[in-house]
């Protein structure tokens, strides 16, 4: 670990902070991600004189990766490089608490360091790092059970029949490694009017957005999703909004309208952002900066009541949100549809995909 000084943000030069990079880390920071966040990191550091890791979007760090940023300060100032880490508290707490030396560190945003904004700006998804990590272990469940010694060759089983059957990899996995629940009879497909065509969870979770918006008179919405590992939702897909608030939607974790409703299962109707309680005060500044004034989340339930996501319409004039009960009832009637064919495809189309997996691989 890196234990000596350094030189105070104000002292940052011009050449340093023209050859800055700033990468965000969204997300849950725990102890099973930390060596993919270090090395996800590297990456990333290439030859940027100043270093900047963005922690203002991360809900949790865990001591583990903690270590993993000061063993990276530490390689990175050995090589005569400025490494800054933007981070609130108490996650700059945590870092001091790691390693005392990183308090001179950290600095509560990006712009405490780069000045005058010219930094190029990546980001990671944790959950993307953690999804690898969940594939990885299918890949070695896959491995062991059949005793398949190149992974390569199971993950192309896995590949194959995730394209086979119009299922992700990422569902697979998740299928794989989980036990199974109770035996009650599968469902039958259910009929989308909405979107009759559609086989794959993208293309019914596309259409329910483009009917909620249809319905509503709204020209922006986003749809999300449950993410099992990281315990939020995860956008899916997004109408109408620039890059800066996607970014944003990516991932959902408390204190906005479209987690009070996953977790409540009730629609949550927000007449004024400005001054909404159920807003938390990042939410509340991404949608006012974005144009958004009023919105309704709708719950995407099944037919036993779990709830699979959330469909969002967003408007830019308070009075344009819709109250009529016509309305509300016709973005309900497509809401329950996609949650009912959501949960036969979680419980028919997946299961049968890792059967066919197992059988793939047992040849």
Same mark, same amino acid.
């Given at each position: 670990?890196?234990?000596? &000084?350094?030189?105070?943000?104000? &002292? ?16 849950? +920071? ?37 270590? /993993? ?25 945590? !870092? ?5 030396? !990183? ?9 405490? /360091? ?25 890949? &070695? ?8 010694? @190149? ?5 192309? +089983?896995? *590949? ?9 990899? *990422?569902?697979?996995?998740? #299928? ?14 259910? /009929? ?6 559609? $086989?794959?969870?993208?293309?019914? +979770? ?28 995860? +956008? ?33 109707? /927000? ?11 990042? @939410?509340?500044?991404? !949608? ?6 009023? !919105? ?49 495809? *979680?419980? $028919? ?6 059967? #066919? ?7």
């Amino acid at each position: 670990m890196y234990h000596g &000084e350094i030189r105070p943000p104000a &002292e940052c030069s011009a050449n340093a902070a023209a050859s800055a990079h700033v990468v965000s880390l969204r997300g849950a +920071l725990d102890a099973s991600v930390a060596p993919m966040v270090g090395t996800a990191l590297w990456g990333k550091a290439a030859s940027a004189r100043l270093f900047v890791v963005d922690l203002t979007r991360a809900s949790l760090l865990s001591a583990a990766t903690a270590r /993993v940023l000061s063993d990276l300060a530490g390689q990175l100032l050995g090589q005569a490089r400025q490494v800054w880490f933007a981070a609130p508290e108490p996650l700059a707490g945590i !870092l001091s608490r790691v390693n005392r030396a !990183l308090t001179s560190l950290v600095v509560p945003t990006v712009s405490d /360091v780069v000045v005058d904004g010219r930094f190029s700006h990546s980001h990671i998804d944790v959950r993307w790092l953690r999804n690898r990590a969940h594939i990885a272990s299918a890949i &070695e469940v896959l491995r062991l059970r059949h005793g398949i010694a @190149d992974e390569k060759a199971a993950f192309a +089983l896995l *590949r194959t029949s995730s394209q086979r059957n119009n299922v992700t990899v *990422r569902a697979l996995a998740h #299928e794989l490694l989980s036990p199974h629940h109770g035996t009650a009879p599968p469902p039958t497909r259910p /009929v989308l009017e909405f979107a009759p065509h559609a $086989v794959t969870t993208s293309e019914v +979770l596309a259409a329910l957005l483009d009917t909620v918006l249809q319905v509503t008179n709204a020209g922006r919405g986003d749809v999300q999703t449950l993410d099992i590992p990281e315990d939020g939702l995860s +956008l899916e897909h997004q109408r109408g909004f620039q890059e800066t608030f996607a970014d944003h939607l990516l991932h959902v974790q408390g204190n906005s309208a479209a987690d009070s409703a996953w977790r409540t299962g009730q629609r949550v109707v /927000v007449g004024d952002v400005a001054t909404s309680p159920v807003l938390g005060a990042e @939410d509340r500044r991404a !949608l006012l900066e974005a144009g958004v004034v009023a !919105l309704h989340s709708t719950p995407v339930v099944t037919p036993d009541g779990t709830c699979l996501g959330v469909v969002t319409d967003h408007h830019a004039d308070r009075s344009a949100l819709p109250h009529a009960r016509g309305v509300l009832r016709a973005v309900d009637e497509v809401a329950s549809a996609a949650g009912a064919w959501l949960d036969w495809h *979680r419980r $028919v189309v997946v299961p049968a995909a890792v059967a #066919e997996l197992h059988g793939l691989a047992g040849r």
